[in-house]
């Protein structure tokens, strides 16, 4: 008992700030100016992180804009793009905390199978934030927006890796 005690604790404070209904409109709108550049935003990463291709046996070692062309590499990145989607969509209503709490934890459990580490998910994240600044309306308050939004899920996520 005393173990969900404190896993509840964990979830609730890794979600205490959640966002506002103004900041969450921000997050959805931004993020409808790209969730269907799955490609793009894939590559961006890769390109970014090479160590992050390699963790992908099928793409490792590939050239990143050859692989843009590839049905496999479109289908992972929408995946990818997919559940970030799917995040988005569930932010700013706090009834939707079970939900984002599933997800997150499924993703922590399959991640961490792999040995993916809070670093690379930290790379992970920063490359996806530099692809938003370049090809969203971005301003101070898309970028808070953003980086509290990040933070709740990251926090969320490092505590079931």
Not at 140 to 160: C, E, H, P, R, Y
């Amino acid at each position: 008992m005393k173990f969900f005690a404190v896993l509840a604790l964990c979830v609730v404070g890794a979600i205490a700030s959640p966002l506002s209904a103004d900041q969450a409109n921000l997050v959805q709108s931004s993020w409808a100016q790209v969730r269907n550049n799955e490609v793009d935003i894939l590559a961006a990463v890769f390109t970014a992180n090479p160590d992050i291709q390699a963790r992908f046996p099928q793409f490792a070692g590939k050239d990143v804009a050859a692989l843009k062309d590839t049905a496999a590499f479109a289908t992972h990145a929408g995946r990818i793009v997919g559940f970030v989607s799917e995040l988005v969509a569930l932010i700013g209503n706090e009834s939707n905390a079970p939900a984002v709490n599933t997800l997150v934890g499924q993703l922590a459990a399959s991640h961490k199978a792999r040995g993916i580490s809070q670093a690379q998910f930290n790379e992970f994240r920063a490359s996806l934030v530099a692809y938003l600044q370049a090809n969203v309306s971005w301003g101070d308050n898309v970028a808070a927006a953003w980086t509290q939004g990040l933070d709740n899920i990251f926090g969320l996520l490092f505590s079931k890796l």
